[in-house]
């Protein structure tokens, strides 16, 4: 199975930021039988959730030549005790890249108000990939086409 833990990209800006939202729901996978008496997201979601976005940004500013890893995640804010029902932005910059590496920043935001963010995030480069067919990945995870 898997995790896609953003719902539609909605702007993106090669080589500078990507914007996407995401809406958490109570019927959310990872929400079942992990709380038994008030269901939370979980920290970790939102990081994957930027993570995500942001690893698309990489690769598409690289022309879908690369596929980005993330190796390195550091000063992380997550609000505590989130529960399912919201709509949040997700927000991601590129910092710096090269043809190893690169260098982010993401936030997601609630009605204006940042409720998670990770200052640093940095992603391993993978050279061996199909390019086509991670063209085909991000036009089908993210209706873009390239």
Do not use: C
């Not at 896609?4 to 019927?27: E, P, Q, R």
């Not at 940004?57 to 005790?81: C, G, N, Q, R, T």
Request: glycine fraction near 6%.
């Amino acid at each position: 199975m898997r995790f896609l833990y953003y719902d539609s990209i909605t702007n993106i800006d090669k080589g500078k930021a990507i914007t996407g939202v995401k809406t958490f729901t109570l019927s959310e996978e990872f929400l079942r039988k992990h709380f038994k008496k008030k269901a939370l997201v979980p920290g970790v979601i939102y990081i994957e959730a930027m993570a995500q976005l942001l690893g698309w940004l990489v690769i598409y500013s690289h022309d879908f030549k690369l596929s980005a890893i993330m190796s390195l995640v550091e000063d992380v804010k997550i609000a505590p005790d989130l529960r399912p029902g919201f709509k949040a932005e997700i927000h991601g910059e590129i910092i710096s890249t090269s043809k190893r590496d690169s260098l982010g920043r993401a936030w997601i935001t609630v009605d204006g108000e940042t409720i998670a963010s990770m200052n640093r995030i940095i992603y391993s480069h993978v050279q061996k990939v199909d390019s086509e067919a991670l063209k085909n990945l991000f036009y089908y995870y993210s209706g873009i086409k390239i």
